[in-house]
Nanobody, 123 residues
Framework: VQLQASGGGLVQPGGSLRLSCAAS????????MGWFRQAPGKEREGISY????????DYADSVKGRFTISRDNAKNTVYLEMNSLKPEDTAVYYC?????????????????WGQGTLVTVSS
């Protein structure tokens, strides 16, 4: 299983970024995908997931209404569109999968992770 996240960078408050995560080594289109983040000095938190078949999604309250998760099964890629970014969104962002499930069973069940991409929101 390989997950390669990209698209992070420095952005001003109120700005936008789009993260991508290219997946390989497993049946991507049959697996739930998620995005996590870890801010400096804090624990890693799950912020969004997307199921495979029904496309069901959900978001943490901290990002709801600002972030959008999507997936392209033809490209084995999951995306995270981030708008109205705030300084508190500064973190390393990771994509992950639960290789044993095609639907969300809880963020604790995600068991394969990418290397992370740093997002810094600052003026």
């Amino acid at each position: 299983v390989q997950l390669q996240a990209s698209g992070g960078g420095l952005v001003q408050p109120g700005g936008s970024l789009r993260l991508s995560c290219a997946a390989s080594g497993f049946a991507f289109k049959y697996r739930v995908m998620g995005w996590f983040r870890q801010a400096p000095g804090k624990e890693r938190e799950g912020i969004s997931y997307i199921n495979n078949s029904d496309g069901d999604t959900d978001y943490a309250d901290s990002v709801k209404g600002r972030f959008t998760i999507s997936r392209d099964n033809a490209k084995n890629t999951v995306y995270l569109e981030m708008n109205s970014l705030k300084p508190e969104d500064t973190a390393v962002y990771y994509c992950a999968t639960d290789v044993d499930s095609d639907y969300f069973r809880g963020y604790d069940e995600f068991d394969y992770w990418g290397q992370g991409t740093l997002v810094t929101v600052s003026s």
